[in-house]
């Protein structure tokens, strides 16, 4: 009998045992269910956010690019040399027996750079280049101080001058873009104004001088790139986009640093720049390189900008690079970067446009190519830089314009 009560015990708890069991069995399975489920709403939830972004990264990229397409076309007459025919407002081009159609997709944007500090290994060497640095008619000094007092006296004439201009041709159909280096020294005729704004005429000088009629803000980057619009033979310019110099710092620092190689001895701005090295700069060095500018020996008989510019050139080409690299595994860059220059740069280039024209370049894959301007550097009082108005025509047409 007792053996019986065991059997049944046993039996009870074998069933009890299996009846845990399966529930336990079933509650394992609801609960991974249920996990599935959450995983899967989380990336549904993921997913729709991606695509929201996706399309509002597409529709924010595009809108740029309308406004862009829209400032380009909105133009004057874009003249020639006496040897060409044009019509059509310059857009259709007969020259040296072949014909020439602008190309409305080209879009130009218009980049100066303005110092305003000197870069210290600078200073002892200037003080007699500076007193003597003219520009036209008019004197130029660096000093800060002679600008903020100027201000603070509501002069018109209280910019400064422009340090650095370079026009970025996009275009926007191929994505391909041109780099075109302007001395801050090239002769041009430039709308003068007096300390109270009003009209003074027109007056040969160097385009630099553009950026001084103003002040120091918009007025001063519209007049600059009328200034340069006029130069290029009324070529329209879409945008304008001045920076200061110390925002190189922490735009080289957005990218992780520019790798570059030290072609000549600038151990004098920083021991790093030795001939033959090659270095990915911190910000403090980006802006020493790009800033440096050699103010004693042979360069000054000549145009002491000129080597400058061409180091503010390479290291446009290689930011430019890492830049459209980074652009395919962060497409939010170029919003991150604008927001960072927010405080060192005057613009009209919008959020939208700035993320169209970097998507578009870092999509194509192209790298910036540079076209240097020739021309001939005539150095007495003040220097002078003269551009090959036929030949820079002929750029113009090469870069701007498609052959039939």
Known sequence: MSRMKQYLMEDEMDSERKKCQRKSKYLNGKTKWIRRQILLRIALILLCCLAAVIVFLFFFRTGGGRQLKRAASMTGEITAPEQAETENDGKT???LGKQWVYNENMVAILCIGVDTERFPAESQASDEQTSQEYIGSNQISDEQTERQKNRSQGSYQNG???DTLFLIAVDTKKGNGVLL??????????D???NDGSYGGQEEMQLAYAYAYGDGRKESCENTAKAVSRFLYGIPISGYAALDMSGVAPLNDAVGGVT???SEDLTDADPAFFQGNTLTLSGEQALRFVRYRILEGEELETDNNAPRMQRQEQFLQAFAKQFFQQIRKEPGLPLTCYQLLKEYMVTDITPSETLYLSTLLAD???EISVVSLPGTVQKGEYTEVYVDRERLYEILLDVFYTEK
Do not use: E
């Not at 280096?181 to 430039?190: A, E």
């Open 93 to 95: 081009v007969n020259y």
């Open 160 to 162: 400064g001058f422009a």
């Open 181 to 190: 280096p302007i001395s801050r020294y090239t002769m041009g005729m430039l």
């Open 192 to 194: 003068t104004y007096q």
């Open 260 to 262: 570059l190689d030290i």
């Open 364 to 366: 194509h894959g192209n």
